[in-house]
């Protein structure tokens, strides 16, 4: 059974940077594409960034501050964040599935999400 395990949340303050891991276990990430959302309280969830067929896909929010990368040799996707903003406060989660490209940005196209780790930005 695939599961997504996530890890490097924490407290920082804005202007800072984090990473956040998630590796993928009891199958292989390829041929899958991973991806990233984020729920800040009260919101729905919501997608970051994602990685498919060797190309990056980001929230426009995102754009330009925060980097996926993954390495399918390790079963890997990694969400690099800079500048951070207290608006980027929410639980990331890290998700797996296999989506048409029109439906990338789409919670319910994914099938295997991690348990969710929490970021907080302070002002």
């Known amino acids: 059974q695939v599961q997504l395990v996530e890890s490097g949340g924490g407290l920082v303050q804005a202007g800072g940077s984090l990473r956040l891991s998630c590796v993928l276990t009891?199958?292989?990430?390829?041929?899958?594409?991973m991806a990233w959302f984020r729920q800040a309280p009260g919101k729905e969830r919501e997608f970051v960034a994602a990685?498919?067929?060797?190309?990056?896909y980001y929230a426009t929010s995102v754009k330009g501050r925060f980097t996926i990368s993954r390495d399918n040799a390790r079963n890997t996707v990694a969400l690099q964040m800079n500048s951070l903003k207290p608006e980027d406060t929410a639980v990331y989660y890290c998700?797996?599935?296999?989506?048409?490209?029109?439906?990338?940005?789409?919670?319910?196209?994914?099938?295997?999400w991690g348990q969710g780790t929490q970021i907080t930005i302070s002002s």
């Open positions: 998700a797996a599935g296999r989506p048409i490209l029109s439906t990338l940005r789409r919670v319910e196209a994914y099938s295997t």
């Open positions: 009891g199958g292989t990430s390829n041929g899958y594409t």
């Open positions: 990685s498919r067929l060797g190309n990056t």
